[in-house]
T-cell receptor, first 113, second 120 residues
Framework: AQTVTQSQPEMSVQEAETVTLSCTYD???????LFWYKQPPSRQMILVIRQEAYKQQNATENRFSVNFQKAAKSFSLKISDSQLGDAAMYFC??????????WGAGTKLIIKP | GAVVSQHPSWVICKSGTSVKIECRSL??????MFWYRQFPKQSLMLMAT?????????EQGVEKDKFLINHASLTLSTLTVTSAHPEDSSFYIC????????????????FGPGTRLLVL
């Protein structure tokens, strides 16, 4: 069965600095998608970044980038130049072949001004 | 692009009444819509998956007679909580996956803003 593990329940970072959120997953599939979603206090789930497993290049979206290590089944999110608006719950998700998402437990990110 | 709306955002109802929640994909056609429930400080729990024109597939432990899902068109799915009770109070979120097209809508779930349900 596919699983997603986020081992950091909470992380804090100083504004303008860089933080990395960890995610590991388990699957026997060779082709799949991985996602990071952000859920701010409004509770709207917002797509941060998407990675296709067959692409070796790490995805990047402005200040957000991933370190995708397929063999290690690791998918970490790096946030550069952290801003107060980045404060949120961050969820890592694996997309199963039936298009369902398998979710990690989430990491609460706190930004210190 | 890839905007999903959900209505209402807040609903308070009396025990025993039914509540309907609408989920719409505004700028794309959604081949599949998903309904989730989220408890405080927890991840999302998938309740059911619905494809346009087909019966919804419910996850184990979700009462299909209590949580009625209809996906009548490629842009609209509804969740009706029948005979709601206080234990049904929760945050309900829908998401949509698009038909083939650009921007990754086929590969990605886009989420509505959620509905907070309080049953008194």
């Amino acid at each position: 069965a596919q699983t997603v593990t986020q081992s950091q329940p909470e992380m804090s970072v100083q504004e303008a600095e860089t933080v990395t959120l960890s995610c590991t997953y388990d699957t026997s599939e060779s082709d799949y998608y991985l996602f990071w979603y952000k859920q701010p206090p409004s509770r709207q789930m917002i797509l941060v970044i998407r990675q296709e497993a067959y692409k070796q290049q790490n995805a990047t979206e402005n200040r957000f980038s991933v370190n995708f290590q397929k063999a290690a089944k690791s998918f970490s999110l790096k946030i550069s130049d952290s801003q107060l608006g980045d404060a949120a719950m961050y969820f890592c998700a694996y997309r199963a072949p039936n298009y369902q998402l398998i979710w990690g437990a989430g990491t609460k990110l706190i930004i210190k001004p | 692009g890839a905007v999903v709306s959900q209505h209402p955002s807040w609903v308070i109802c009396k025990s025993g009444t039914s509540v309907k929640i609408e989920c719409r994909s505004l700028d794309f056609q959604a081949t599949t819509m998903f309904w989730y429930r989220q408890f405080p400080k927890q991840s999302l729990m998938l309740m059911a998956t619905s494809n346009e024109g087909s019966k919804a597939t419910y996850e184990q432990g979700v009462e299909k007679d209590k949580f009625l899902i209809n996906h009548a068109s490629l842009t609209l799915s509804t969740l009706t909580v029948t005979s709601a009770h206080p234990e049904d109070s929760s945050f309900y979120i829908c998401s949509a996956r698009g038909l083939a097209g650009g921007g990754g809508v086929q590969e990605t779930q886009y989420f509505g803003p959620g509905t907070r349900l309080l049953v008194l």
